[in-house]
């Protein structure tokens, strides 16, 4: 499959196929990243949820499993100071659901965390030498970026708006990926708390490619072969899935999760802060639709999520976080190999159809 019209992504992070598996915290899988990988896209494993032996420990058995190029993901946030009158406020509107369901709300709160990128983190890009790194919520600091792209590896982020995709350029990015308001998970949003930024994939992508010289890749609301045509057509050099890789049996989901990307309309995803203290799109449940989706009780990210793990506990289908994005039903129940080679042959017929 070299008839592809832009090869700048291929050529610029030595993948056969411009197709990259969004880094998925929490249901991403070393199998999942493998068989990307060996289908000729971009496996990603995202690292903010996991310690540096647990990551070394995926990483080796990928690189056991394939010679393929690899993209290691980190969130560059920074940790809120404490604040304990705001986690109170936003356990005690959570209290009705402790008592309904017999959760102790007595007891101390679960701390939810992701960890940001920080001297360990760089220290184990240096160890680990991946081809690709990319972050989420901006970029590091500039001494820790300089250590990265001197192992060689290509970096990139994600942009939300084109002042974040300009601000990202200049600060050294080899690639941009656009990431529309349709997209599952975390907003990429880091230059405003303004969720009235926020932009569509259709009108974001062409308005990035314009704006920068580095190539550009499509995310959010691409679900199928006609979504990476599309992405294509407006400038993009490679598209970025991620609830597309959530209906692949190398995805770890909980069953709730699991059942309700199966069965949730397009229009039941919303931006929402309850779970982590960040706005991230996910199937609406039970306390998204009772406290609103989103709330200024939230703690800051990424600590939201510590009141809610009892009740999650007790039911994760209402009180857990069901990342997707809004192209959900278009999820193909494809093993991430076949789910890869498929959309790409797909839409490389149509591109040279065209």
């Given at each position: 499959m070299s008839q592809w019209s832009d090869t700048r992504?291929?050529?610029?992070?030595?993948?056969?196929?411009?197709?990259?598996?969004?880094p998925l915290a929490g249901a991403t899988t070393s199998a999942m990243v493998i068989a990307v990988a060996r289908a000729g896209g971009l496996g990603s494993l995202p690292c903010a949820m996991l310690t540096p032996e647990q990551i070394r420990q995926e990483v080796q058995a990928i690189r056991q499993a394939t010679s393929a190029p690899l993209n290691?993901?980190?969130?560059?946030?920074?940790?809120?100071?404490?604040?304990?009158?705001?986690?109170?406020?936003?356990?005690?509107?959570?209290?009705?659901?402790?008592?309904?369901?017999?959760?102790?709300?007595?007891?101390?709160?679960?701390?939810?965390?992701?960890?940001?990128?920080?001297?360990?983190?760089?220290?184990?890009?240096?160890?680990?030498?991946?081809?690709?790194?990319?972050?989420?919520?901006?970029?590091?600091?500039?001494?820790?970026?300089?250590?990265?792209?001197?192992?060689?590896?290509?970096?990139?982020?994600?942009?939300?708006?084109?002042d974040e995709a300009i601000w990202l350029e200049q600060h050294g990015c080899d690639a941009i990926i656009a990431m529309g308001y349709e997209a599952g998970g975390h907003r990429p949003i880091f230059l405003s708390d303004d969720l009235n930024t926020q932009v569509g994939t259709m009108a974001l992508v062409p308005q990035i490619v314009d704006a920068v010289q580095v190539p550009v890749i499509a995310a959010g609301g691409i679900g199928d072969a006609r979504g990476i045509v599309a992405a294509f057509a407006l400038g993009a050099s490679a598209v970025?899935?991620?609830?597309?890789?959530?209906?692949?049996?190398?995805?770890?989901?909980?069953?709730?999760?699991?059942?309700?990307?199966?069965?949730?309309?397009?229009?039941?995803?919303?931006?929402?802060?309850?779970?982590?203290?960040r706005p991230a799109r996910g199937i609406v449940n039970r306390v998204m639709r009772e406290i609103g989706p989103i709330s200024p009780l939230a703690p800051a990210f990424p600590l939201a999520g510590g009141a809610l793990m009892p009740l999650r506990a007790k039911d994760e289908a209402d009180f857990a976080n069901l990342w997707a994005g809004q192209a959900l039903r278009l999820g193909l129940e494809l093993p991430a190999f076949e789910l890869t080679r498929t959309l790409a042959e797909q839409a490389l017929a149509k591109l040279n159809r065209s």
């Open positions: 992504i291929l050529d610029l992070l030595g993948i056969q196929l411009p197709i990259i598996q969004g290691l993901n980190f969130f560059c946030h920074q940790m809120p100071a404490p604040d304990a009158e705001r986690a109170a406020r936003w356990k005690a509107a959570l209290e009705p659901y402790y008592r309904e369901l017999g959760a102790d709300f007595d007891a101390p709160t679960p701390v939810s965390s992701r960890a940001p990128f920080d001297l360990v983190s760089c220290e184990l890009v240096e160890e680990l030498r991946p081809e690709i790194v990319s972050f989420h919520f901006g970029l590091p600091e500039p001494a820790l970026l300089a250590r990265v792209k001197a192992t060689g590896a290509k970096v990139l982020s994600s942009a939300s708006t084109v970025q899935l991620g609830t597309a890789y959530l209906f692949t049996p190398e995805a770890k989901v909980s069953a709730a999760h699991h059942r309700a990307l199966r069965t949730a309309k397009d229009s039941q995803t919303a931006l929402t802060n309850l779970f982590t203290g």
